[in-house]
């Protein structure tokens, strides 16, 4: 979330300050709506952008982290996993045993 806040913040500075170039490489009437206070605004928006991005990214880091528990005896496992290591060895080995039961000879 605060990466895709950050990214977004720099992508519109970005393309505000390749508005400005244009503006000021081809001076014409075609581009009278690319005056100042629109590139200064976009510019604005930006930041305040980036700003939201970092208060995500801190306040993901002050969120307590959710902790992961195996399925079957509820331990607490690492984060992204199902079994415990005991479980998974057994989930494994039921597996295992279930392929060499089934294949064909
Ligand atoms: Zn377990």
């Known amino acids: 979330m605060s990466v895709t ?3 977004t913040g720099i992508w519109i500075i970005i393309a505000t300050l390749v508005a400005y ?3 000021e490489t081809y001076v014409g009437e075609t581009l009278e ?3 100042a206070e629109l590139l200064w ?3 604005l928006l930006g930041a305040a952008v ?3 991005g970092v208060v995500a990214w801190i ?3 002050l969120m307590p982290q959710r902790r992961s528990k195996c399925r079957i005896c509820g331990h607490v496992i690492p984060r992204g ?3 415990c290591r005991p479980h998974l060895q057994e989930k494994l080995e039921r597996a295992r045993h279930a392929d060499l039961a089934t294949r064909r000879r």
């Open 5 to 7: 806040l950050f990214r």
């Open 21 to 23: 170039v244009v503006r």
């Open 33 to 35: 709506f690319l005056n």
């Open 41 to 43: 605004n976009s510019i």
């Open 50 to 52: 980036i700003g939201l």
């Open 59 to 61: 306040g993901g880091k």
């Open 81 to 83: 996993s199902v079994y």
